[in-house]
């Protein structure tokens, strides 16, 4: 599988083209903006007794846990994705989809859970056939939009607000103030945060 896709670039499929095309060309977006902050933190301090971070080229889990001990022995594993809200699941799936189905290529058969600390809730994902397929087609689009030369042009969407590239978007059509928030940084490091 094509090292160009990451977990995070899977998490804005159907959600913004251009997001993909900027993050997948490593263009950075505003990293202090406060709901990303608030993702990372939450990420990092949720699950402390059974957190521990699996990171390989394009994916870096959350939580990594061990099933009891009578569960199958190869599917002892457990990861999970840590997301402040369920609003974006299908997205979600995909990139856990996609972390299940790259170990599985290396021969671990693990079960993936979203996790949502804030709402006390935890979603089983399983790589379904049905995933599989939607993950193999998301890895397609990825791949397709990175392929072109420019980035899709803007498209005012309701995830814009939140966006860590909204300035790289859209500053024109914001009037700026001396004392703005958006204005203390502009590039930064990754727009890697949690929804
Ligand atoms: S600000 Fe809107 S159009 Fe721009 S990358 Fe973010 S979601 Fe996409």
């Known amino acids: 599988?094509?090292?160009?896709?990451?977990?995070?670039?899977?998490?804005?499929?159907?959600?913004?083209?251009?997001?993909?095309?900027?993050?997948?060309?490593?263009?950075?977006?505003?990293?202090?903006?406060?709901?990303?902050?608030?993702?990372?933190?939450?990420?990092?301090?949720?699950?402390?007794?059974?957190?521990?971070?699996?990171?390989?080229?394009?994916?870096?889990?959350?939580?990594?846990?061990?099933?009891?001990?009578?569960?199958?022995?190869?599917?002892?594993?457990?990861?999970?994705?840590?997301?402040?809200?369920?609003?974006?699941?299908?997205?979600?799936?995909?990139?856990?989809g996609y972390y299940l189905l790259r170990l599985r290529e290396a021969g671990l058969h693990v079960r993936g859970e979203l996790r949502y600390p804030e709402q006390r809730r935890v979603e089983p994902v399983e790589l379904t056939p049905e995933l599989e397929q939607a993950v193999r087609s998301a890895i397609a689009r990825v791949e397709e939009l990175l392929a072109q030369p420019q980035p899709p042009p803007p498209v005012r969407i309701a995830a814009c607000a939140n966006c860590a590239y909204f300035e790289f978007c859209w500053v024109s059509e914001e009037p700026a103030t001396a004392d703005s928030p958006r204005r203390r940084t502009r590039s930064a490091a990754s727009a890697d945060g949690k929804r």
């Open 1 to 96: 599988m094509d090292q160009i896709v990451t977990g995070t670039l899977m998490s804005y499929v159907g959600i913004c083209d251009r997001k993909i095309w900027l993050a997948g060309h490593a263009i950075e977006g505003y990293r202090d903006h406060e709901l990303l902050a608030l993702g990372r933190l939450l990420a990092e301090s949720a699950y402390p007794r059974e957190r521990k971070e699996l990171a390989l080229p394009g994916m870096k889990v959350d939580v990594l846990r061990r099933r009891p001990a009578d569960a199958d022995e190869d599917e002892a594993l457990v990861i999970g994705e840590v997301k402040r809200s369920p609003r974006a699941q299908h997205a979600q799936r995909l990139q856990l």
